[in-house]
């Protein structure tokens, strides 16, 4: 989600731009000199890099931490909807340098 806002943004904005700033974003060459297929080379870069990060974190978290897999949902969950009653539970059963 975090990714898909802005993305939408950018293409509303280029589909509404003039024939000019159309043309020098979206060039039809072929192979890699394309904005298009740069673009899409990055966001595959990115997106392996983060499996790669959330593999590590749940190894990190589930395996090595021995955590429970309804606490490493709230580990990995948004942090706003943390009451004081879960941060003190995890940070008992855990340790508080391990949840940092």
Known sequence: M????PTTIILLMIAFSNQKLQD????LKSGLDGSLSKTAI?????????VFLNIGKYYLCRKMYG????DYR??????DRWTK???GKLEEKYGMYNLK
């Open 2 to 5: 975090s990714f898909t806002i």
């Open 24 to 27: 020098s974003l979206w060039p």
């Open 42 to 50: 990055y966001f595959c870069i990115w997106v392996n890099i983060e």
């Open 67 to 70: 955590m429970s897999q309804k």
């Open 74 to 79: 709230l580990i990995i969950g948004r942090r």
């Open 85 to 87: 009653e879960h941060i």
